[in-house]
């Protein structure tokens, strides 16, 4: 049984009221309850993988059954300070986007649960999602991965030394 109360209450932090008629709410609500997920928040939503990419039955049948609460946005629950924070940064790396919030928690979903490298999730989305222009797919990957993974203090390091002799060319030709 899923927490749609708690659903609601990211919705109300979204400031978006989900209309289970329209196909694109759908697709942003499954894909944001499952990259939130994914993220730590508990929901007890089990998802799967199916056609669009991550989905869960449960949160379906909730959504439908208490189609009102979600349309107008009423549950009585609370989020978090902390749980705010996380919505808030998923709400504004992808804008409510149904095809970025499609692509980054299919590929999230694909690298966290099925023991796939990132190299072969990309694969996959790009045969799955081919429909998707190619900058569409970077975006939703680059978004997902900017949510969820953390990069670690090498990570920091290697980009640092990557990046650095071409910033220091940039501020260069900027001063002339």
Known sequence: MGDWNKAIAVFDEMKFPLDCNEFEDKIIAQK?????QLKGMEF????GMYVRGSYSPAFTKDYYDH???FKNLSSGSLLSDYERVIVKTLDNLFLKNAP???IGATYAYIVKNTNRSPVEAFRII?????????????????KAKEFLFEPTKKDLEWLKKETGPMQQASIKSMRH
Not at 32 to 36: A, Q
Not at 44 to 47: A, C, L, S, V
Request: charged share 30%.
């Open 32 to 36: 944001t309850i499952c990259l939130l």
């Open 44 to 47: 007890n939503y089990p998802f």
């Open 67 to 69: 189609k009102l609460e």
């Open 100 to 102: 970025l919030l499609e």
């Open 126 to 142: 790009k045969e799955t999602k081919g429909f998707y222009r190619d900058t569409q797919i970077a975006k939703g990957i680059s």
